[in-house]
Every structure is written in C-alpha cells, then in structure tokens.
C-alpha cells in the first residue's frame, strides 16, 4: 500500500498560516495527492487533491515538490474550526479505497 | 452544497443481530463506499460499488457484511449477526464516476455509530 508520513501533531495560533507536510518517497507516476480532514465525531472532509501542479480551493493551497516526493497543505490563516486531524492520502490509480494513516492532530489556539 | 445523509446516527444492536446502515449518496455520484473507524483507530476501506456490483473490498468484509442500492438512491450496509468487535462508526461515501477515480474528491457522510452490546 502506497505510504505517506506525518508529523503526529501541530499547533498554530489562530489567523496565521499553517504549512502541513507530508513525505511520500515512494509515490508511483499515476497516484494523485488527496488532503482529508477529520473534525471531532465528524466523517472525513474532503480538502484538496493534486497529481503535479500545485493546486488552489477556496479551503486551501496545495503544494507539491518537484519530484513528487513530498507535499506541504497550507492553510493560510487558521480558524479554530479547522482544528482537526489531517490525512494526507496517496490514490492510487488502479483502486477504489483510500488508505488512512494516522494523520496530523492540528491544534488551533485563539 | 450537496451532502451524503447517513441514518440513524446512533444505532445499538445486541449481539447476534442484523443491522442495516443506510445513506443517501449525491445524487449524480455513481460510484459509492463504505469505511469503518473502530474508536480511537483509523479510518479503514471496507467495500466500494459501482454498477449495482462490489468493485472491490477490503478482507475485513466477509460473508457477514452485503451492501446493496436497493432503489437507485439509498445505498446499504447489512452486517448479520453482529459482534462486539463491529462496535464501530461507519462511514458511507460517493464520488463522481469516471475512468480516473481517484481523480476526484470523495465525499464522506457524517456517519453511524454502531454500539454492538
């Protein structure tokens, strides 16, 4: 299964950027870059995804290195509503699931 | 902004019976899923349908759990003779059909949860 790692936590005061990163060293050409967040007793939220360029929503910035190897999802300024636990996830092309891992608690203080 | 509805919210069984989940995917989303997070744990696949026919499933969906669309917009989860250990929330999702999936945002609901007692 394709793997991603993430710091386990992070912080940031609210109204600042937060910048979340994540390695994924051996992603595969076809396999698109998916950002998920989880909020307290909610399902997964859907973010933002990208196979190569970065790639800008109205929730968030994704930025993606060069060689593919790592991401950073940047929230440019944080509220307290998007304290969550954030996925970011590997899609691989030739499969249905999304495989989370354990993800980034973000914690946002006023 | 178009939503997936999951009932009931809260469901408690007791051991040994059946259980039927139900969602509403997005109404022009063709492809529909199910993921389970056991308490504490992480979000695990469990099945994904695509024209009336499991697409694929994770080795935790057994011969104890069937899904079904049985009226083109409810999509169901049916665990028989539940256990304590499918103690869990579970997660129905749908997103846009096409030929690169994971090319488009999946959209989760807001979940079941299941208390097996």
């Known amino acids: 299964d394709a793997k991603t790692t993430q710091p386990n936590s992070m912080e940031s005061n609210e109204e600042e950027p937060v910048h979340l990163p994540c390695n994924h060293s051996?992603?595969?050409?076809?396999?698109?870059i998916h950002w998920y967040r989880q909020l307290p007793s909610q399902g997964p939220e859907y973010v933002i995804h990208?196979?190569?360029s970065n790639v800008n929503n109205r929730m968030a910035s994704l930025a993606i290195a060069e060689d593919r190897k790592s991401s950073t999802l940047i929230l440019h300024r944080a509220t307290l509503r998007d304290a969550a636990v954030y996925y970011c996830i590997l899609a691989v092309i030739n499969t249905d699931k999304l495989i989370f891992g354990t993800g980034t608690r973000l914690q946002v203080f006023p | 902004e178009p939503e997936v509805t999951q009932t009931p919210s809260h469901q408690v069984t007791q051991m040994g019976q059946e259980v039927i989940l139900r969602c509403v995917p997005i109404s022009n989303h063709l492809y529909f899923y199910w993921y389970r997070q056991i308490l504490g744990q992480k979000v695990e696949f469990l099945v994904s349908f695509y024209n009336n026919e499991i697409s694929e499933k994770s080795e935790i969906f057994d011969d104890q759990f069937s899904v079904e669309r049985p009226d083109g917009s409810n999509f169901t989860l049916k665990i028989r003779s539940t256990k304590l250990e499918d103690s869990a929330m579970y997660f129905c999702a749908s997103s846009e059909s096409s030929s690169r999936r994971v090319a488009y945002g999946y959209t989760f609901g807001s979940g079941t949860r299941l208390t097996v007692v």
């Open positions: 051996t992603i595969s050409g076809t396999d698109y």
């Open positions: 990208g196979l190569t």
